[in-house]
């Protein structure tokens, strides 16, 4: 390599590190920011406050889906296994949404620690099968547990 | 050593080999393509929670996996370029732009189309998506700074530059539903691990991101092909060609 080419080699991989470093500096102070949602056991640690709009992301705890017969509205419990958090909605609900299925909700806490949701979406997992797969799975009790990642740590439910 | 590369600093030869490799990486396309398709949209089984919404996976994953892997074939050729200066390697950078802009593309869109049945949303500013919604801006930003700049040397070292510093942004989409949590799924398929996805799903799935990439080769040469002729307009052996009726 002639030496003006090494000269250039150098600056291209200084170009490259220096942005890599400046990226993750930036990437690691916004780190909060960009966390989509919120666990439940961030809010019962208490760090949000009452009435701030955020997102709360966790699994719809099995047998707490309450709807109501006269209204779109409809009472749930959401868990990251550690903690419970009660959710109410008024609206549609995404086909996915079902009991032990993640789910990622946009509202705030009321004074009584139910997070109203203005918005429940449904997150899907990495898993894919045909429902005869699915079945057998399921009778064998093999069925993979969907997950939800919270930035880190992933927490399955079986 | 390295002898055999120097051939490829040599235009005819390399306008040459890009124009038998065109149509063979045509025709693979084509195969992996319309097989993949027929074996993911009529032989697959419906998934057992998403029904036949899912199958739009068959496009959207193949294009997610393109718009990355050719902005590393674009950002390794411009930092070559930069380098060495090696005509040819600016020439695959310039001609893989358009293309990986328009996989990125295609990744949205049909993520869009998935997001509303599935997740209850069209889009979501998470991680994942806002990532990849900065590499399209990346692709075109690339674009536009290459045309803006006249002098044609000039702008291929500011494009080549940009193309280098915006790589770090490929560990990030990758990433991202690891690092942070996002609405997006995690990797369905990843090297180190066993596939979440049935076999019957996972055989057209991996026959599509076979299509893309030969659809990628087989664009990028023909691009290629436009781009030497286009830088050696004015030499003896392209207007050969054009006298023999062989562009």
């Known amino acids: 390599m002639t030496p003006k080419r090494k000269q250039r080699l150098m600056l291209v991989a200084l170009m490259l590190v220096g942005v890599s470093v400046a990226v993750v500096f930036l990437l690691k102070a916004f780190n909060s920011n960009i966390m989509l949602f919120k666990s439940p056991s961030d809010i019962v640690a208490g760090d949000i406050q009452e009435g701030s709009r955020f997102r709360i992301g966790g699994m719809v705890v099995e047998g707490s889906v309450k709807r109501n017969d006269t209204d779109l509205s409809v009472e749930f419990q959401l868990t990251d296994t550690a903690n419970k958090v009660p959710v109410t909605f008024t609206g549609i609900l995404p086909d996915l949404f079902s009991e032990g299925q993640g789910i990622v909700a946009m509202g705030s806490l009321n004074n009584s620690g139910t997070f109203v949701a203005s918005e429940v979406l449904a997150k899907h997992d990495e898993n894919y099968m045909p429902p005869e797969v699915a079945d057998a799975l399921k009778k064998a009790g093999k069925m993979p547990g969907t997950s939800v990642n919270y930035g880190g740590s992933t927490v399955v439910q079986p | ?247």
């Not at chain 2, 052996?237 to 023999?244: G, S």
């Open chain 2, 1 to 247: 050593m390295f002898k055999w590369i120097h051939r490829f600093g040599s235009s005819p030869f390399v306008y040459r080999t890009a124009n038998w490799l065109a149509p063979v990486f045509g025709i693979g396309a084509a195969v992996c393509i319309l097989v993949g398709l027929y074996l993911g949209l009529v032989v697959a089984p419906a998934d057992y929670e998403q029904g036949d919404s899912y199958r739009i996976i068959f496009v959207h994953v193949p294009s997610a996996w393109m718009s990355m892997f050719v902005y590393m074939v674009m950002a390794t050729s411009s930092a070559v370029f930069l380098i060495w200066r090696m005509k040819l390697a600016d020439i695959v950078a310039w001609a893989s732009a358009p293309i990986g802009a328009s996989f990125t593309l295609i990744a949205l869109l049909t993520g869009a189309f998935w997001g509303k049945p599935m997740w209850g949303t069209y889009w979501i500013w998470d991680a994942r998506l806002t990532s990849e919604l900065l590499l399209l801006f990346i692709y075109l930003g690339y674009m536009a700074l290459r045309s803006s700049i006249e002098q044609p040397q000039t702008a291929a070292r500011a494009a080549a530059i940009l193309a280098v510093v915006g790589v770090v942004n490929i560990p990030i989409i990758h990433f991202s539903v690891e690092w942070w949590n996002t609405l997006h799924q995690p990797a369905t398929i990843t090297k180190l691990d066993k596939p979440s996805m049935h076999i019957s799903m996972l055989r057209p799935l991996l026959l599509m991101v076979a299509g893309f990439q030969l659809l990628y080769f087989h664009q990028l040469m023909v691009r290629v092909k436009t781009g030497i002729l286009q830088r050696e307009a004015r030499t003896a052996w392209v207007a050969e060609l054009v006298a023999d009726n062989r562009v």
